[in-house]
């Protein structure tokens, strides 16, 4: 008889210790779906091919009401995308509200000029085939508007506010275009306000029909793997092409992070083939920028 007794409260034990044991796993696989379940926590996806634009991400996507603050009208769902790690690219999606495109639009209307580019040797600005745009410049803090964008600006860049130039608003009209170039410049001259440009962030503020892309031609990539691919115009197929989309942000980065120059930050505009295209460029520096 004892040794019966005992037998029972051994199996007792091991069933009690079995149930201790699932009850555990259940309550672990219950909260890691949770974390998963707000995206918290997520899954390691492999890939075969490597390639930047097939490795895109998305993080940082807001799903629900956006709490704009004293944001000029409504910007909606806004999330970053990565476009490209050679050169390093990225896409913040609905940077700009419709309300602050057409601000820095009307700011800059009255004012539109034949676009030029920088004399290297002089540092003064010259006419040149390769930049057919208008465009104006905004003094940097000029409004409370601006000076929001701004700050939006600093923190996507990670760059304080007084390493950038004023806000360049661009008009592009059909057949307008910027030949491909560096925004990074290649003398001392360009360089004694603020040292080497090393980042820009172009911001479009409006839809463009046809045409108008931002091209990367030397981008390493698959060029043809980006979703809007069919709607590219013939010369947006010729290297890593965005299409302006009203309110969208594209920052990147002309050095590398060992503060080399990268030459596959090498862009142009697209010539427009329908419609205009309004856009604003933010150059910033490694150093403060003296206004």
């Known amino acids: 008889m004892p040794k019966g007794r005992n037998s029972s409260r051994l199996q007792g034990k091991r069933s009690s210790t079995v149930a201790l044991v699932l009850a555990m796993l259940l309550m672990l696989t219950i909260v890691l779906l949770m ?36 944001v000029l009208g409504d910007r909606g769902e806004q999330w970053t995308e990565v476009l490209s790690w050679e050169p390093r690219a990225f896409i913040y999606h ?49 409004d409370k ?14 760059i304080p506010v007084e390493h950038g130039e004023g806000l360049q608003v661009l008009h592009y009209e059909v057949g307008q275009k910027y030949e491909p170039h560096y925004d990074y410049f290649l003398d001392e001259f360009n360089t004694k306000n603020g040292g080497q440009r090393i ?43 965005v299409k302006p989309k009203m309110g969208d942000a594209l920052l990147f980065w002309s050095m590398r992070p060992d503060a080399t120059l990268d030459p596959s930050s090498l862009h142009g505009g697209c010539p427009v083939i329908k419609g205009n295209k309004w856009s604003s460029t933010k150059w910033m520096h490694v150093d403060e920028y003296k206004v």
């Not at 390691?44 to 993080?59: A, E, K, L, T, V």
């Not at 309300?99 to 580019?117: G, N, R």
């Not at 911001?203 to 091209?215: A, C, F, P, Q, R």
């Open 94 to 142: 609905n940077f700009l509200s419709k309300e602050e495109c057409m601000h820095l639009i009307s700011l800059a209307k009255p004012h539109m000029a034949k676009s030029t580019v920088v004399d290297s040797k002089t540092g003064q600005s010259k006419d040149s085939r390769v930049r057919t745009s208008s465009g104006m410049f905004l003094k940097r803090g000029r």
């Open 145 to 158: 508007i601006i000076r929001d964008i701004e700050k939006r600006i600093a923190d996507f860049a990670f």
């Open 35 to 70: 974390l998963l379940a707000l995206g918290i926590l997520s899954l390691p996806i492999s890939s075969d091919d490597p390639s930047p634009i097939q490795d895109r991400i998305n993080f940082g996507r807001k799903t629900g009401p956006v709490d704009n603050g004293d």
């Open 199 to 241: 980042a820009t962030v172009l911001m479009y503020l409006s839809d463009v029909e046809e045409g108008g892309e931002t091209i990367f031609p030397a981008a390493t990539a698959n060029f043809s793997l980006v979703p809007w691919w069919n709607e590219l115009s013939e010369c947006g197929k010729k290297g890593l092409a």
